[in-house]
């Protein structure tokens, strides 16, 4: 029987017009079978640039409601990031992709079904879309030993499309405000993310989070987004570190 519970899908951008257009074209061909109930929000931070705003209101939804939200003031990709997330009372779960991602046409079925998997572990912190084939920290590649499932878990937070409900982001703003910072050292975790890794980081706080609870994110080993790495918050000239192969294969799931 085809899932009926919906996803919300979350697009954050702030000044990369073509990336928007890119991510959100495609949205619009990836696969929801007959669905019509699946809530897209698309929410700009505030910038000069108007153009943003426009592809976004142009931009035809087949799939459900529609929702633009331009920011009235800059809030920076931290607390950006952060009030999407905080869609998640709204919603009850969301999927969050940045502007400069692009995804599988399977990404949706495949959020569904790992949700109905790990959403009632108390130890998963949120669910990954993107799979690493490096080691960020190392700058060394990185693949995970096959053990026969599609997924795999690592104390590392998630950036590249990630999912949270309701009640895993709400563990997480608790954290946040029962330790204020700034973030304590631990022999846990990496002194470049506490030390290096600039203050409007909100992946910084997640992995303090994730390490300080032993909680971990569900990763697929076989990617559902990729990343383009244009120009913006996180890069100063456009990068293809983070371009992986996307999963293009809609076959039956093995959960680890």
Not at 190 to 216: A, G, R
Request: glycine share 6%; aromatic share 14%; with cysteine.
């Amino acid at each position: 029987m085809e899932q009926k519970r919906s996803i919300a899908i979350v697009v954050i951008a702030y000044n990369r017009p073509n990336a928007l257009k890119r991510i959100l074209g495609s949205l619009a061909k990836a696969v929801y079978g007959d669905r019509q109930d699946i809530p897209l929000v698309i929410s700009i931070d505030k910038s000069d640039n108007n153009t943003v705003v426009q592809v976004a209101e142009e931009f035809e939804w087949a799939f459900g409601h529609k929702e633009v939200i331009a920011q009235p003031e800059r809030l920076g990709l931290k607390k950006h990031v952060i009030s999407c997330g905080d869609l998640t009372e709204k919603y009850g779960q969301v999927l969050i992709l940045e502007d400069d991602l692009y995804v599988s046409p399977f990404f949706y079925a495949y959020t569904l079904k790992a949700s109905d998997k790990y959403n009632t572990e108390d130890n998963i912190a949120g669910i990954g879309l993107y799979s690493y084939d490096f080691n960020e920290l190392a700058r060394q590649p990185f693949r995970p030993l096959d053990d026969g499932f599609d997924t795999y878990f690592m104390q590392i937070p998630c950036s590249l499309g990630q999912v949270w409900t309701q009640k895993q982001w709400g563990a997480f703003k608790q954290y946040l405000v029962t330790n204020p910072g700034p973030l304590k050292t631990t022999a846990k975790l990496s002194n470049t993310i506490i030390h290096q890794w600039p203050e409007s980081s909100w992946k910084k706080l997640f992995y303090h989070y994730m390490v300080q609870q032993n909680k971990f994110f569900v990763y697929p080993r076989n990617s559902y987004t990729t990343n383009f790495g244009d120009i913006g918050s996180h890069y100063h000239e456009p990068t293809g570190s983070f371009q992986v192969a996307l999963n293009l294969g809609n076959r039956k799931l093995y959960f680890a």
